[in-house]
């Protein structure tokens, strides 16, 4: 990165949603300008001990699920040199006594430059056990961060 | 999505990669692998990522992105069903660094001290990745092994057959799903350990008098199991509960003369170690 031309050229490509549509569709993955931001938007059945993307943002991020029999595994991966910070916001078991999807949000602050972006990532599992598949629901929101 | 007579085979394309680099070549592969790849450490130097399809014409690319991380690449055609595709999975995951839980598909570990081997079951709960199931193999692998243990909502046998591994004798694993005890039955022949699987609803049932108890199960059964707890029963660890029910997990047992002396919490899961002062 070098200088705020530069850093301001990176802010707006990241959250730019025809970068984000076109690497994202082979994926299930729709992206949309949002105030000030990009909305995307994703859905997929992942097989059993599959690892699969349900999350990609071109130069920032990409996040990967792993269902297993008995539990979630979830890779969070940056894509770019300052690695995004996750926060777990909610739902960590949510819905393990429940019928309801399992769920999970989380926020997502990056430091990009000029502007850092925030986002909030909610993804959703439903489980059919017997198939030995998992529908995956994802949205997020990401937003430039201008105060 | 699982195989028919008739259907044509898939190709299945594994590459071995440096273990140290195979997240950075997923980073560029999995942009190009919407139905996702299976991943399997082959020992602690190469890991194995296998993909299927029916026309990898992307196949000669994927070499150049995996460059020189790539050690070794295999195609073969293979039937188009699941279960094909997840014998490729690695299942195999460390607990304390002193116990290795693994699919009969992982190679075992050169120098393992103890290793559980777990064939992944429909309705067998228990791989040993849940978070709460770490935590209470965690909390076992702690205590002084030594006389009865009765795991509660045994699954597929993991915490049994890890404690009868440790030294706890007899052992017993009960669950509600004949599923389960099955593969608890046959976990327990497979890792050639005396383990006693049986089929018992502990919503009807009293838990056995054993002096250690080992439960993964939801709240309202470990409620039932407190109520009714044996005097014999001198510590239970306590699983399958999130963070937010442990004061609760905790009160149930109260009566029944338990304190905490121990607890893991992971991903919002909690594992605790209750036991008489």
Same mark, same amino acid.
């Not at chain 1, 050229?9 to 549509?21: F, R």
């Not at chain 1, 006594?97 to 993804?123: F, I, K, Q, S």
């Given at each position: 990165? /070098?200088?705020?031309?530069?850093?301001? %050229?990176?802010?707006?490509?990241?959250?730019?949603?025809?970068?984000?549509?076109?690497?994202?569709?082979?994926?299930?993955?729709?992206?949309?300008?949002?105030? /000030?931001?990009?909305?995307? =938007?994703?859905?997929?059945?992942?097989?059993?001990?599959?690892?699969?993307?349900?999350?990609?943002?071109?130069?920032?991020?990409?996040?990967?699920?792993?269902?297993?029999?008995?539990?979630?595994?979830?890779?969070?991966?940056?894509?770019?040199?300052?690695?995004?910070?996750?926060?777990?916001?909610? /739902?960590?078991?949510?819905?393990?006594?429940?019928?309801?999807?399992?769920?999970?949000?989380?926020?997502?602050?990056?430091?990009?430059?000029?502007?850092?972006?925030?986002?909030?990532?909610?993804?959703?599992?439903?489980? !059919?056990?017997?198939?030995?598949?998992?529908?995956?629901?994802?949205?997020?929101?990401?937003?430039? $961060?201008?105060? | 999505?699982?195989?028919?007579?008739?259907?044509?085979?898939?190709?299945?394309?594994?590459?071995?990669?440096?273990?140290? %680099?195979?997240?950075?070549?997923?980073?560029?592969?999995?942009?190009?692998?919407?139905?996702?790849? +299976?991943?399997?450490?082959?020992?602690?130097?190469?890991?194995?990522?296998?993909?299927?399809?029916?026309?990898?014409? %992307?196949?000669?690319?994927?070499?150049?992105?995996?460059? !020189? !991380?790539?050690?070794?690449?295999?195609?073969?055609?293979?039937?188009?069903?699941?279960?094909?595709?997840?014998?490729?999975? #690695?299942?195999?995951?460390?607990?304390?660094?002193?116990?290795?839980?693994?699919?009969?598909?992982?190679?075992?570990?050169? *120098?393992?001290?103890?290793?559980?081997?777990?064939?992944?079951?429909?309705?067998?709960? *228990?791989?040993?990745?849940?978070?709460?199931?770490?935590?209470?193999?965690?909390?076992?692998?702690?205590?002084?092994? #030594?006389? #009865?243990?009765?795991?509660?909502?045994?699954? =597929?046998?993991?915490?049994? $057959?890890?404690?009868?591994?440790?030294?706890?004798?007899?052992? +017993?694993?009960?669950?509600?799903?004949?599923?389960?005890?099955?593969?608890?039955?046959?976990?327990?022949?497979?890792?050639?350990?005396?383990?006693?699987?049986?089929?018992?609803?502990?919503?009807? $049932?009293? %838990?056995?008098?054993?002096?250690?108890?080992?439960?993964?199960?939801?709240?309202?059964?470990?409620?039932?199991?407190?109520?009714?707890?044996?005097?014999?029963?001198?510590?239970?660890?306590?699983?399958?509960?999130?963070?937010?029910?442990?004061?609760?997990?905790?009160?149930?047992?109260?009566?029944? *003369?338990?304190?905490?002396?121990?607890?893991? $919490?992971? /991903? #919002?899961?909690?594992?605790?170690?209750? *036991?008489?002062?």
């Amino acid at each position: 990165m /070098g200088g705020a031309a530069a850093g301001a %050229a990176l802010t707006l490509a990241v959250l730019d949603p025809e970068t984000a549509a076109a690497a994202g569709a082979p994926h299930g993955q729709l992206a949309s300008a949002v105030g /000030g931001g990009l909305r995307l =938007s994703c859905h997929k059945l992942v097989e059993d001990a599959a690892r699969s993307t349900i999350l990609l943002v071109p130069g920032l991020l990409r996040l990967d699920v792993r269902p297993l029999e008995d539990s979630l595994q979830v890779f969070a991966r940056a894509l770019h040199p300052v690695p995004p910070r996750w926060e777990l916001i909610d /739902g960590a078991a949510a819905g393990a006594a429940t019928d309801e999807p399992y769920r999970l949000d989380w926020r997502v602050d990056a430091l990009l430059e000029p502007h850092p972006v925030r986002g909030e990532v909610t993804v959703t599992m439903t489980v !059919d056990f017997d198939r030995g598949v998992a529908h995956f629901v994802t949205h997020a929101v990401l937003r430039e $961060i201008t105060t | 999505m699982d195989g028919v007579p008739g259907r044509p085979d898939m190709r299945r394309v594994a590459l071995t990669l440096r273990a140290d %680099a195979v997240e950075e070549v997923l980073d560029r592969l999995m942009p190009l692998l919407p139905q996702g790849v +299976y991943e399997r450490a082959l020992d602690a130097e190469r890991t194995e990522v296998s993909f299927f399809g029916d026309g990898l014409a %992307a196949a000669a690319a994927l070499d150049a992105l995996a460059g !020189d !991380d790539l050690l070794g690449r295999e195609e073969e055609e293979v039937p188009d069903s699941r279960e094909e595709r997840r014998r490729h999975a #690695g299942r195999a995951w460390t607990v304390s660094d002193r116990l290795r839980v693994r699919s009969p598909g992982d190679p075992p570990a050169a *120098g393992a001290a103890l290793e559980v081997v777990i064939e992944p079951a429909p309705g067998a709960f *228990g791989t040993g990745a849940h978070p709460t199931t770490r935590g209470c193999l965690e909390l076992l692998l702690e205590l002084e092994p #030594g006389g #009865g243990l009765a795991d509660l909502g045994c699954g =597929s046998g993991v915490v049994a $057959i890890a404690a009868a591994r440790l030294g706890w004798e007899p052992v +017993y694993a009960l669950d509600f799903d004949e599923r389960a005890v099955a593969a608890a039955g046959r976990n327990a022949q497979r890792n050639d350990v005396e383990v006693r699987a049986l089929l018992v609803d502990l919503r009807e $049932i009293p %838990a056995p008098p054993a002096h250690t108890l080992t439960a993964n199960i939801p709240l309202d059964i470990h409620e039932r199991v407190a109520a009714t707890l044996s005097p014999a029963t001198a510590r239970v660890i306590v699983s399958g509960i999130t963070a937010s029910q442990e004061p609760a997990a905790t009160a149930a047992y109260a009566p029944a *003369g338990l304190v905490p002396q121990g607890r893991r $919490i992971a /991903g #919002g899961w909690a594992a605790l170690l209750l *036991g008489r002062p």
